[in-house]
């Protein structure tokens, strides 16, 4: 079974351009997660997707991100205008559908390093 | 907001060595998970518990649900090099949102 893709893996620009992450998540999970990691800490919670509505985007810095899953599949990070609090490594990942216990197992993949300079 | 306090904050141990991590936390969890992440790569899940009071084991780990629903640990026994790497609790709050703690970072001297 594929894992969860992501690219690109490593990402440099500087502070004001743009930015954005693609993902395709586990065939068949329902729910997908975008979180950002920053160097030495756990990961937070930017979005999750339930399908292709949002459930919680409480922590997405509004200004400057946005995150889109159109098709209830693959989904896509921005960040416009990038700031140099935002080089982290942003972690997508996915768990399967259902009310149960395994819903509950959140599917990460490698995810893309960015270094805002 | 929620917050989980993993603690230590790092370990050196030697190879064959036990090892125990936990998290703790004011609010009460829904569920557990230990995840361990490689340099590079995204979190693995390791162990997940579902039940206050589980105790469940994975090859040479060991995670608990505490009594409380506020807290969790995880024991590696008998160390190997492979072991190394950042060791990250997670719960599910009530309102379903999943929080990471700081993590553990474990070096395995041989």
């Known amino acids: 079974e594929a894992g969860v893709a992501q690219s690109p893996r490593y990402k440099i620009i500087e502070k004001r351009q743009s930015v954005a992450f693609w993902c395709n998540p586990i065939?068949?999970?329902?729910?997908l997660y975008w979180y950002q990691q920053i160097l030495g800490q756990g990961p937070k919670l930017l979005i999750q997707f339930q399908n292709n509505g949002v459930v919680d985007d409480s922590q997405l810095p509004k200004d400057r991100f946005s995150a889109e899953r159109l098709k209830g599949v693959d989904s896509t990070l921005k960040i416009q205008p990038a700031k140099l609090e935002d080089s982290a490594v942003y972690l997508c990942?996915?768990?399967?559908?259902?009310?149960?216990?395994?819903?509950?197992?959140?599917?990460f993949g490698e995810g893309s390093r960015l270094t805002v300079l | 907001g929620q917050q989980l306090n993993q603690s230590p904050q790092s370990m050196f141990i030697q190879e064959g060595e036990d090892v125990s991590m936990n998290c703790t936390s004011s609010?009460?969890?829904?569920?557990w998970l230990w995840y361990k992440q490689d340099p590079g790569e995204g979190p693995v899940l390791l162990i997940a518990?579902?039940?206050?009071?589980e105790l469940t084991s994975n090859g040479r780990l060991t995670a608990q649900f505490g009594i409380t629903r506020k807290d969790s640990f995880l024991n590696i026994s008998a160390s190997i090099p492979s072991d190394v790497g950042i060791y990250f609790c997670?719960?599910?709050?009530?309102?379903?949102?999943?929080?990471f703690g700081q993590g553990t970072t474990l070096q395995v001297k041989p």
């Open positions: 609010s009460i969890f829904n569920t």
């Open positions: 990942a996915s768990s399967p559908p259902g009310q149960g216990a395994l819903s509950t197992r959140l599917f």
């Open positions: 997670a719960g599910h709050t009530i309102s379903g949102k999943l929080i």
């Open positions: 065939s068949g999970h329902a729910t």
């Open positions: 518990l579902y039940k206050a009071g």
